[in-house]
């Protein structure tokens, strides 16, 4: 069964910062590239970044120089570290794997208040 848990999300003014985190079953973990998505109101889920198993990461152009991906392959976790936060950053924030699994998590909201 695919477990995904997304956490560290919440209300932060502009320029801040948030570090998301996301615990993922070790079956899908340990062999998969992840991704982590966002769903702003209103629009599609989108693609925000992705990590490979050997640690190679990929950004959408929108956070490149912004957000940071990581992993924690004995934790089963990854991470998303957000800098320099704009409204336009305000999301439901997903991770899962890529290409993604049809099942997901409840999310994390990120808010960015200007």
């Known amino acids: 069964q695919v477990q995904l848990v997304e956490s560290g999300g919440g209300l932060v003014q502009v320029g801040g910062s948030l570090r998301l985190a996301c615990a993922a079953s070790?079956?899908?973990?340990?062999?998969?590239?992840m991704g982590w998505y966002r769903q702003a109101p209103g629009k599609q889920r989108e693609l925000v970044a992705t990590i490979t198993t050997a640690g190679r990461t990929n950004y959408a152009d929108s956070v490149k120089g912004r957000f940071t991906i990581s992993r924690d392959n004995p934790k089963n976790t990854v991470y998303l570290q957000m800098n320099s936060l704009k409204p336009e950053d305000t999301a439901v924030y997903y991770c899962?794997?890529?290409?993604?699994?049809?099942?997901w998590g409840q999310g994390t909201q990120v808010t960015v208040s200007s």
């Open positions: 070790g079956n899908i973990f340990r062999i998969n590239t």
């Open positions: 899962n794997t890529h290409p993604y699994l049809p099942s």
